[in-house]
């Protein structure tokens, strides 16, 4: 599926001004769904900041860490740290964590783009966890809905910022499922991303913004 409402695709790259919304942004939108308590609370941090606690999570946390660790080292398409784009989100419930969940969202360099034509977009998911004692209460949902969020937020205002200069955003979902659990969540995200993805599209047409789009690419690789 494809909109175009402007055939001219010229741009001096110099007239873009793109950057990812900074984390102390994002965690002052209102974006959050509620939690399954009302006295727990989330944080949304760099993943450079993320909490020395998950030291102390049990050992299936640690063991499929290792397993993403290793995937990403033997990867041959290695990323480099960016503050603004790589997040953690912690939940905390009765004075300890509860949750964690790690995820990237990239967008290519407008100044190098592959196509003069198009930029990429991309959320990639590295962890999601939840300790034993706190599952089946809907937290890795809420998990789930809140980086959903984010990527919408992005996806509007890039869409909007592009279409005044006739660039096709393409958006990817990228992830790595360890287990039953870990497939089950990459498939509900990959699920809500594209739907998230129309959405936003649908808005912006009947706006009347000039936005030129194709589905999104999901990919998930899986070792359960």
Avoid at 9 to 18: A, F, G, M, R
Avoid at 138 to 146: I, K, N, Q, V, Y
Avoid at 181 to 196: K, Q, R, T
Wanted: charged share 25%; with cysteine; aromatic share 8%.
């Amino acid at each position: 599926m494809e909109f175009s409402r402007n055939p001219s695709l010229s741009i001096h790259s110099d007239s873009l001004n793109l950057a990812l919304l900074p984390i102390a942004d994002l965690a002052m939108l209102g974006i959050t769904p509620p939690l399954p308590k009302a006295d727990w609370q989330l944080v949304i941090k760099p993943l450079s900041e993320l909490t020395h606690e998950v030291q102390y999570l049990d050992d299936d946390y640690h063991q499929v860490q290792a397993v993403i660790d290793g995937s990403q080292e033997a990867s041959p398409h290695k990323r480099q740290s960016d503050e603004a784009g790589d997040i953690a989100v912690e939940v905390y419930a009765d004075g300890e964590i509860a949750a964690v969940a790690t995820f990237g969202r990239y967008l290519e360099d407008h100044r190098n783009r592959r196509k003069p034509t198009e930029l990429f977009y991309e959320v990639t998911l590295h962890t999601m966890y939840v300790k034993e004692a706190y599952r089946r209460q809907g937290l890795a949902s809420c998990l789930c809905e809140l980086i959903i969020n984010i990527a919408r937020t992005d996806c509007d205002s890039l869409f909007r910022k592009l279409a005044q200069h006739s660039i096709q955003l393409k958006l990817w979902f990228s992830a790595l499922a360890i287990t039953q659990g870990g497939e089950a969540i990459c498939d509900l995200l990959s699920e809500a991303f594209v739907e998230m993805a129309d959405d936003v599209i649908d808005e912006l047409i009947e706006q009347g913004v000039p936005v030129r789009y194709q589905e999104p690419m999901i990919f998930v690789d899986c070792l359960a």
